[in-house]
């Protein structure tokens, strides 16, 4: 894979607490919008869920916090940083 620089900030690691909380509430209302048949809203809801907790990982674990506009950035930024795991 071609290693692009994918645009982050540093952030504290005690932040990481504020997205792992984003990341059950959005889990959360997934759950609730599947039992309810209600697709597109469970979707989004599921999107931002692994957003937000790939969020709360590399806050935690690097200190980072990607700023790109490109959802599957996120993800990019945790493969280059945690490759090895």
Same mark, same amino acid.
């Given at each position: 894979?071609?290693?692009? &620089? =994918?645009?982050?900030?540093?952030?504290? &690691?005690?932040?990481?607490?504020?997205?792992?909380?984003?990341?059950?509430?959005?889990?959360?209302?997934?759950?609730?919008?599947?039992? !309810?048949?209600?697709? !597109?809203?469970?979707?989004?809801?599921?999107?931002?869920?692994?957003?937000?907790?790939? !969020?709360? =990982?590399?806050?935690?674990?690097?200190?980072?916090?990607?700023?790109?506009?490109?959802?599957? !950035?996120?993800? =990019?930024?945790?493969?280059?940083?945690?490759?090895?795991?």
């Amino acid at each position: 894979m071609n290693a692009r &620089k =994918i645009k982050s900030v540093t952030l504290p &690691k005690s932040d990481a607490f504020s997205y792992l909380k984003k990341a059950k509430q959005f889990f959360h209302v997934m759950q609730f919008c599947t039992l !309810d048949e209600e697709w !597109d809203a469970a979707i989004l809801n599921g999107v931002h869920a692994a957003i937000s907790i790939t !969020d709360a =990982i590399l806050v935690q674990r690097a200190g980072i916090h990607s700023i790109s506009q490109r959802h599957e !950035d996120a993800a =990019i930024l945790l493969q280059q940083h945690f490759r090895k795991e």
